[in-house]
């Protein structure tokens, strides 16, 4: 089975702090992808990268950035957390070709205070 | 652009009852269609897919057709239990980016 991972659960941070999200997974995936879901918005693509180093914006990428050093890790980087940013992170990866069904983690809950 | 479209929520029915959930479409090409599970404090879980016109995914009793004609991939199952209590969510693929509705909270009182 995939297994994608997640550093954290639960975080909270405070107004400008940097803060690093962290995603692990071990089924070799070319792609990765940072969502985050609010109430009533669905999920929504921030960053994606379809190969180490490499990275695409996605639909509201403002705020944040990423890194993908490893293939098997991608982080979300949130350079001055404000309290908008407060949300439920959920990782992802594919497989590069096929029909694309996405792995998901569990979820970080950042809170922003 | 893509676009999904799913009813919204919340739909709160009884175990044993027969659920719809719509889900409609938009988009260029011939995409691959998805339906995501959620269940509380959990990520998503792909539920079932279909990958061309006139598939039907199939799992854990829930099921859904791929219909071109009318852009559509409405998620079915004749018997809800209480542990299908999730949100749900429609999907669908385009290169390899996924495009989601906002998903629908479904709840199965005993």
């Known amino acids: 089975d995939v297994k994608v991972t997640q550093s954290s659960r639960y975080l909270v941070k405070r107004t400008g702090e940097k803060v690093f999200l962290e995603c692990v997974q071990d089924?070799?995936?070319?792609?990765m992808f940072w969502y985050r879901q609010d109430p009533g918005l669905g999920l929504r693509l921030i960053y994606f990268s379809y190969d180490v180093k490499m990275k695409e914006k996605g639909d509201i990428p403002e705020g944040y950035s990423v890194s993908r050093e490893k293939k098997e890790r991608f982080s979300l980087i949130l350079e001055s957390a404000s309290t908008n940013q407060t949300s439920m992170y959920l990782c992802a990866s594919s497989l590069l070709a096929g029909v694309y069904e996405q792995y998901f983690g569990p979820g970080t809950r950042l809170t922003v205070t | 652009g893509n676009s999904v479209t799913q009813m919204e929520g919340p739909v709160t029915l009884s175990e044993e009852a027969f659920l719809t959930i719509n889900c409609t479409y938009t988009a260029t090409g011939y995409p691959s269609l998805f339906w995501y599970v959620q269940y509380p404090g959990e990520g998503l879980q792909l539920l079932l897919k279909a990958t061309k016109a006139d598939d039907k995914g199939s799992n854990k009793g829930f099921e859904a057709t791929y219909r071109k004609e009318t852009t559509s991939f409405h998620l079915e199952k004749g018997s809800v239990q209480v542990s299908d209590s999730a949100v749900y969510f429609c999907?669908?693929?385009?290169?390899?980016?996924?495009?989601f509705g906002k998903g629908t909270l479904l709840t199965v009182n005993p």
């Open positions: 089924m070799d995936h070319e792609n």
């Open positions: 999907a669908l693929s385009s290169n390899y980016k996924l495009t």
